[in-house]
């Protein structure tokens, strides 16, 4: 993933790693960031104006379904890194529930070799914690890692069992390898289908109650006070959550979380006008619950951004309620929809968000990405702050088209990913050759 030498002048370059927010020149020189620098002079190198634009570390997603093997018709690898591309993620996770299930060293293989054809954005695989992540039997994480996996997660469904999850925390710890929980008791939620209270009763459906996250997320603490391992929680939801989070980081526990875009930005209500392209797991909660979320981004009790992206075939999701799959898509829209929301409302400052998106995230997976330092990939995104578009999913490079913000207006638009010196999307368009991607660099 390298080219020629590049240099990017006249942006506005907001690096939290480096503690960077001003105007500076960057030089990439085979693939890696050679030098930053106020003003740069250099000839024989191909340049990218980004005078008027912001020049971020690329997004990292936690939390990414890419369908594939199993679920081409979600999405495939490719199509999940085109999206990826296209909304400035420059790293993302392959999570293991797909067919088969990424509990083997075969399919970590595949994951990788897929990522690599695509040659678009990073694709780190993310193994299973149990074997078909039906919570009985330990994977062989050591021989996981060894193929490849960033982390282990059996997401879509908590780790229920104690003594399991114990044996994982403590191997996890022995490997290096982050442990992502799905916080699910599945005896509290059983069959729920939106967030327990009253638009659940509105309209008659099961509810999800806070309790069911939070019981387990409990649970989990309890672990790891016990075992001193370290755990990462996935998609917090509810205030409760976020409030165990954080006394559990003041009592020094090696706890870290995430939250998504439309756990910040949505409640239970959306389910009304949205129906099923608001159903999620955990679902959507109450504008108490989103207001603690956002507390807990901003004072850095939940770590990350993650969107869970995860696609649904619209056969699927225009079944009745309750036939129909939880989740939505995220890729595409993450980084406009949280700037518009939280950064140009004035809920948090530029920088705290990119932190979130990037270095944060890089440090849950424990690598070496999130900054623009001398010397590191250059894995990068350039935003336009007032480019504007109104998001229209029919034109998502995803496969699935499941997104509740549907024609809403958002600005701080992607409009260049690099990753490795690679031009992969430029003007909005993700680039399909290299010839395209050498020259892609002219046309922000
Ligand atoms: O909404 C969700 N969708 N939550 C999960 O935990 C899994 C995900 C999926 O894989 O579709
Ligand atoms: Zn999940």
Redesign the pocket.
Known sequence: MQSGKTLITGGILVDPAQGRHGRFDLLVAAGKIACVSPRLECSNVRVIDAAGKIVLPGFIDLHT?LREPGFEYKETILTGSRAAAAGGFTGITALP?TRPVTDNADTVSFVREAAARAGLVRVWPVGAITLGSAGRELTDMAGLKKAGVVAVSD??RGVADDRILKKALLLCRRLGLPLLQ?CEDESISADGQVHQGAVAERLGLAGLPSAAEEAMLKRDLRLVAETGAALHVMHVSTAGAVELIRSAKQRGLPVTAEVTPHHLLLTDDAVIAYGTMAK??PPLRTAADREALRKGLVDGTVDAVAT?H?P?SEEEKSAGFREA???VVGLETAFPLLFTNLVRSGIMTIDQLVTRMSPAPARVLGLPYGTLAPGREADLVIIDPDARKTIDRHRFYSRGKNSPFHGLEVYGLPVLTMVGGRVVMAGGRVTETDEEAEYAGWRL
């Open positions: 379904h529930n997401d879509g799905h999620m797991k869970d995860a649904h799959p939880f989740g």
